[in-house]
């Protein structure tokens, strides 16, 4: 139980396009979700909280029209990078948070690798 | 503010032989730990959490994390390793100050030889 998954696992675009994840829980409800991204052979840095129905809460340092994020249903939430740049590149991952469970459960993802030419 | 620091990027053991990976953390208020194993094109999975009650805590695999407060530490250790253990490992922090937000260490890539 407990499965999170992610779309695509990897995905290569050009410069100035938006590219959209997937996080997807597939045997709870999550009523919050978060993005982290992690640089190569570094921490996973949280981007932002998206909980279902209202607007993501961004940390500080995320540019909120750049990263765009949407938690429609209690099992999708979606991360769109608006007109990437190779900067963007990185290693995309999210977790979602059963609804009703304990603050600190978190089940994560397999990552989403972005690479933007 | 709450932080971990590993103290250790690297660590390489031969299998069968004592897993030692360090932790040390920083926090206002009393915090819970864990520690996650992250492997090649998995999701992180969980190994083991703190959160006030027991200060040994055993977790899957055969790994187990020890909370010193007055070392201000957690960590992780494992009698044996196997060659599957090779992994890169996350200390983590999370508090009630943080709104339960989980604030990862820098990692330490475990390498097992045979």
Not at chain 1, 66 to 89: G, M, Q, Y
Request: aromatic letters at 10%; a neutral charge.
């Amino acid at each position: 139980g407990a499965v999170v998954s992610q779309h695509p696992s990897r995905v290569i675009c050009k410069s100035g396009t938006s590219v959209k994840i997937e996080c997807r829980s597939l045997d709870f409800q999550a009523t919050t979700m978060f993005w982290y991204r992690q640089f190569p052979k570094q921490s996973l840095m949280l981007m932002a909280t998206s909980n279902e129905g209202s607007k993501a809460t961004y940390e500080q340092g995320v540019e909120k029209d750049k990263f765009l994020i949407n938690h429609a249903s209690l099992t999708l939430s979606t991360l769109t990078v608006t007109s990437a740049h190779p900067e963007d590149s990185s290693f995309y991952i999210c977790s979602a948070r059963p609804t009703g469970g304990d603050w600190e459960t978190q089940y994560f993802g397999p990552g989403t690798r972005l690479l933007v030419l | 503010a709450q932080s971990v620091t590993q103290l250790d990027s690297h660590v390489s053991v031969s299998e069968g032989t004592p897993v030692l990976l360090r932790c040390n953390y920083s926090s206002s208020y009393s915090p819970s730990l864990f520690w996650y194993v992250q492997h090649p094109n998995k999701g992180l999975q969980l190994l083991l959490k703190y959160t006030s009650a027991a200060t040994l805590v055993k977790g899957i695999n055969g790994f187990e994390a020890e909370f010193k407060k007055s070392e201000t530490s957690f960590h992780l250790t494992k009698p044996s390793a196997h060659m599957s253990d090779a992994a890169e490992y996350f200390c983590v922090v999370s508090d009630r100050n943080s709104g339960y937000a989980l604030n990862f260490g820098k990692g330490t890539s475990l390498l097992v030889t045979p």
